[in-house]
């Protein structure tokens, strides 16, 4: 195989030589226009596995000779990489496909991800200016795909879900110039009985250590000191290649790299969380003092019905673990409130665990059925209002948690990755290892990408407030 490159947004420029033509939505005639340019818009939708993907299609995309241009009405090719983990990301998908319904013409749309996946060929039906319809698991065949686009063809799909197969690209154009995303792991084993996602993205597939040393490497040689390793259920990773590497050992080999100083990985799954984890993170200070483990609820119960595979218990133990680490490990978590048959008690055990783990951030969603899903039409459906009541609740409970617990951090310091200036505030932006988001002031100038020790002077509900130790 050729060898594999990067390409960060700012050397865009060089490899973009012409600026798009800035065509309205009418004026786009066909894909390749009378300059011979190609050029596309990319969209994305939901989670970082989502951005990820985007990066490597545009990575395939800039490899065939398209341009990036920034708007879809300059693009004669526009995709939107969806999501439909709730059913307000999927309205909000066909809300923007229906903005071409009269001004498509000449131009490629293509829906790919997750709501592709689940809706297939219905998307056609209900959007039928839309040409190109694939799911993850079939982003290898992207490159025929757009062949067949690029030859005429009206609609194409990938829709397979039957792979073991990851998607590798020869470039990815990666947005982000201070973390970088790499997946390890894609698709689910698990079958939570609300989740579409193993659906979506279809069964769980490793890449091979090789292959993710080898990016590690080539992303360090680009200037990358952060790595975010990415994964449904990032710590079931089971290396395919005859090594057998498990997620710590790919872990412990990704820090060592030389020239990375912090490794993250996200999202874990409870029942793969090992001790080993925690023992690694605890001996090796490139592996980021940061947890995200997705606990869901905090009844026994409603894990069960949930089919999380552990119990509030289990969940505990491991966040045990954690806590007596000798390296403090901040934790964050998903919670789904008004699962069917959630009850007031239920719901308060959730607050409960809440009040006992002390996690630095709680993502919470309320309860969305999903299509495909065992838990789509199970009775005992809790009210909107009552979830919203059950979310503003929880939110509150989980804010003083926050403000508590960010305000035992002043006067302490912590290595920032300056990563924003905010001009208006006079401050610089970054996160520590912790993923804390710390605001601070600083007499120096251009910070962007350095690392910086900062000490905290106050601390808000999700954010700190500090200043630049000099
Ligand atoms: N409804 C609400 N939230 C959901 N999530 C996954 N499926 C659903 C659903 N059907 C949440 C979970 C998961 C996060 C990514 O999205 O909390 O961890
Ligand atoms: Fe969905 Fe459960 Fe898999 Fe997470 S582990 S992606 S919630 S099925």
């Known amino acids: 195989m050729s060898r594999a490159f990067d390409v960060g947004l700012e050397s865009l420029s ?15 005639p ?46 004669n090719l526009v995709l939107y990489n969806t999501c439909s983990i709730r059913e307000k990301a ?12 009269t001004t498509s013409n000449g131009k490629i749309i293509g829906v790919l991800g997750c709501l592709a996946q689940q809706e297939g060929e219905e998307i056609f039906e209900r959007a039928p200016w839309v040409s190109l319809v694939c799911g993850s698991a079939s982003y290898r065949r992207l490159p025929d795909l757009i062949t067949d686009l690029e030859s005429g063809g009206r609609r194409v799909t990938g829709l397979d879900l039957d792979t073991d197969e990851t998607f590798e690209t020869e470039i990815t154009r990666r947005d982000n110039p201070f973390r970088a995303y790499l997946t390890i792991i894609e698709g689910c084993d698990y079958s939570c009985s609300y989740c ?76 793969d969380f ?17 947890i995200h483990l997705p606990v869901q609820s905090g009844s026994t119960r409603v894990l069960g019905a949930m089919r999380r595979t552990y119990t509030r218990e289990q969940y505990l133990e491991k966040i045990e673990w954690i806590r007596s680490a000798r390296r403090p490990i901040s934790l964050t978590t998903d919670i789904i409130i008004g699962f069917p048959g959630e009850t007031e008690t239920d719901f308060e055990e959730t607050l409960s665990l809440l009040s006992a783990i002390q996690s630095d951030g709680v993502f ?8 495909n899903t065992p838990a789509r039409d199970w009775p005992d459906a809790v009210p909107e209002e009552e979830k919203g009541r059950r979310l503003a609740i929880l939110q509150e409970h989980q804010r003083r948690i926050q403000i508590a617990n960010n305000e035992l951090l002043i006067g302490k310091e912590f290595e920032v990755l300056v990563d924003a200036r905010h001009s208006a505030r006079d401050q610089w932006a970054g996160r520590t290892t912790s993923n804390r988001i710390l605001n601070f002031t600083s007499p120096h100038g251009n910070l962007l990408g350095e690392y910086v020790q900062a000490r905290i002077t106050r601390g808000g509900p999700n954010s700190l407030v500090g200043e630049q130790l000099l």
């Open 274 to 290: 090992t001790r080993e984890i925690v023992e690694a993170i605890d001996s090796t200070p490139a592996l980021c003092d940061h």
């Open 364 to 371: 919470a969603f309320k309860y969305s059925p999903r299509p």
């Open 30 to 75: 066909t894909v390749a226009p009378a300059d011979g340019g190609k050029s596309f818009f990319i969209e994305t939708f939901g989670c970082q596995m989502n951005d990820h993907d985007s990066e490597k299609v545009s990575g395939v995309l800039l490899g065939r000779g398209y341009r990036a241009v920034e708007s879809p009405a300059q693009a």
């Open 196 to 271: 579409v996602v193993p659906h979506t993205r279809g069964p769980e597939r490793s890449r091979s250590s090789d292959s993710v040393l080898a990016e590690v490497r080539r992303l360090a040689d680009a200037g990358y000191t952060e790595i975010q390793l990415l994964g449904q259920t990032v710590n079931s990773y089971r290396d395919p290649s005859p090594r057998k590497w498990n997620f710590v050992n790919l872990l412990q080999a990704v820090a060592a790299v030389p020239g990375i100083r912090r490794v993250r990985f996200t999202t874990s799954h409870p029942n």
């Open 90 to 101: 999927a309205q909000k998908v066909f809300a923007r496909l229906g903005d071409w319904k």
């Open 14 to 28: 060089a490899l973009v030589a012409n600026p798009a033509p800035a065509n309205g939505p009418n004026q786009s």
